[in-house]
């Protein structure tokens, strides 16, 4: 299995745009996650699905943020408008049940 | 909900010696404690994990202890070497949540 994948790896945006991250979780899992990683607040979790239905979303810090998953191979984490807050790796983790979370590589988001 | 305290924060070695990370959590129900390494521009990746069944695991030079009723969890790694050096994060999941609390992260640095 190719683990986790998630696009883009990097991605630089001005202030306002639409930013979409997207995740392709390894096949079988059940559990996905999206974590965002700073300095500041180390990593936090965003939002967490099981069987492709959000289950907690209280990490979410705001409605600029938003999350789906249409089908059990692919998720999607989207930021409009984005702002240099944001500015953040995000992972996107995969799991069978509680067992171990394999992390994505991760995209490293950077907004002007 | 469940708040998990990492320490120390940085912790400096020379190679050769023992390294000790400590994490104490607060939620009774949490039964499942991975530790996570993440190596500089890297995914966190698990190195040892331990549920609350167990009082102490071992892998090689890395071991987990447990104290259910202290509710704290240690990582010891003997024999420090420097590709070891990285940062560490504790976790402390529920049972039936799979939504894990991540501790603030240790800096190990193990000096040649």
């Known amino acids: 299995d190719a683990g986790v994948i998630q696009s883009p790896r990097h991605e630089v945006t001005e202030m306002g745009q639409e930013v979409t991250l997207r995740c392709k979780p390894i096949?079988?899992?059940?559990?996905l996650f999206w974590y965002r990683q700073t300095m500041m607040r180390g990593l936090e979790l965003l939002i967490y699905?099981?069987?492709?239905?959000?289950?907690?979303d209280s990490g979410m810090p705001e409605d600029r943020f938003s999350a789906k998953m249409p089908n059990a191979s692919f998720s999607t984490l989207k930021i409009q408008p984005s702002e240099p807050r944001d500015s953040a790796v995000y992972f996107c983790?995969?799991?069978?049940?509680?067992?171990?979370?394999?992390f994505g590589p991760g995209t490293r988001l950077t907004v002007t | 909900g469940e708040n998990v305290e990492q320490h120390p924060s940085t912790l400096s070695v020379q190679e050769g010696d023992s390294a000790v990370i400590k994490c104490t959590y607060s939620?009774?129900?949490?039964?499942?404690f991975p530790w996570y390494k993440q190596e500089l521009g890297k995914r966190p990746q698990l190195i040892i994990d331990?549920?609350?069944?167990?009082g102490e695991k071992k892998d090689q030079r890395i071991a987990v202890t447990l104290n259910k009723t202290a509710k704290h969890f240690s990582l010891h790694i003997t024999e420090t070497q420097p590709e070891d050096s990285a940062v560490y994060f504790c976790?402390?999941?529920?049972?039936?949540?799979?939504?894990?609390?991540f501790g603030r992260g240790t800096s190990l640095i193990v000096h040649p």
């Open positions: 976790a402390a999941i529920p049972g039936g949540s799979y939504i894990p609390t």
């Open positions: 331990i549920r609350s069944n167990v």
């Open positions: 699905f099981n069987n492709n239905v959000p289950i907690d």
């Open positions: 939620d009774s129900a949490s039964n499942y």
């Open positions: 983790a995969s799991s069978l049940g509680e067992l171990e979370q394999y």
């Open positions: 096949s079988g899992h059940n559990s």
